[in-house]
């Protein structure tokens, strides 16, 4: 695809169960990152991507959350024991890894923990 | 600590008005700056960047930026605004780290 894929668009759990997000980043993108914005809230980092290098997760809030890479394109976002303070959108963004390089959006997760 | 501020957390315009969304970051080295537009249930969309060389920089939809180092600033305009303009808009820095820091977001309101 042309564009960063995420999927499901929306997600409606129940507190305690996991979830998983998916993100399929542009193609030749380098470096992956996910991001969380809450209801009128900015972006928050969560987790960062490059090439085989060692992911930067100093943006998990907890242990229950966990993501990984696989083949160095697709991501998954593991949130374990859902919270009802975890319902946010969950954004996935690619770049090509450069420092000017721009991140490229996807349209988000909406997650809802009820 | 490397930090972005937008001020405003929300801003109203009458269409045909000049657009001004503020942008401050801090730093200790020099930064790549970023702004970009998110319409609702949509994700985010790059508007403009400053990289290095001409501190102007025009975008997309007629915004511009300018990147003002003694002030820390890269305030993003807009000449005249148009009802499809409203928005949230973000600033974001990158610095030598690997992550875009975000401000806070300002919400673009056009008045008819």
């Known amino acids: 695809g042309a564009g960063v894929s995420q999927s499901p668009s929306n997600k409606v759990t129940e507190k305690g169960k996991d979830v998983e997000l998916r993100c399929d980043p542009i193609s030749g993108h380098t470096a992956l990152y996910w991001y969380r914005q809450s209801l009128g809230q900015g972006l928050e980092f969560l987790i960062y991507?490059?090439?085989?290098?060692?992911?930067?997760k100093s943006g998990l809030p907890s242990d229950r959350f966990s993501a990984e890479r696989t083949g160095g394109s697709v991501s998954t976002l593991t949130i374990q024991r859902t919270q009802q303070e975890d319902s946010a959108v969950y954004l996935c963004?690619?770049?090509?890894?450069?420092?000017?390089?721009?991140?490229?959006f996807g349209q988000g997760t909406r997650l809802t923990v009820v | 600590a490397q930090s972005v501020t937008q001020l405003g957390s929300h801003v109203s315009v009458s269409e045909g008005a000049l657009v001004l969304l503020r942008c401050n970051y801090s730093?200790?080295?020099?930064?790549?700056l970023f702004w970009y537009v998110q319409y609702p249930n949509q994700g985010l969309q790059l508007l403009l960047k400053?990289?290095?060389?001409?501190?102007l920089v025009k975008g997309i939809n007629g915004f511009e930026a300018e990147f003002k180092k003694s002030e820390t600033s890269f305030h993003l305009t807009k000449p005249s605004a148009h009802m499809s303009d409203a928005a949230e808009y973000f600033c974001?820095?990158?610095?030598?780290?690997?992550?875009?820091?975000f401000g806070t977001g300002t919400s673009l309101t056009v008045i008819p």
């Open positions: 963004a690619s770049s090509l890894g450069g420092r000017g390089t721009e991140a490229f």
């Open positions: 991507f490059q090439g085989n290098s060692a992911p930067d």
């Open positions: 730093s200790s080295v020099p930064p790549y």
């Open positions: 974001a820095v990158r610095y030598t780290g690997n992550q875009f820091y």
């Open positions: 400053y990289t290095t060389g001409a501190t």
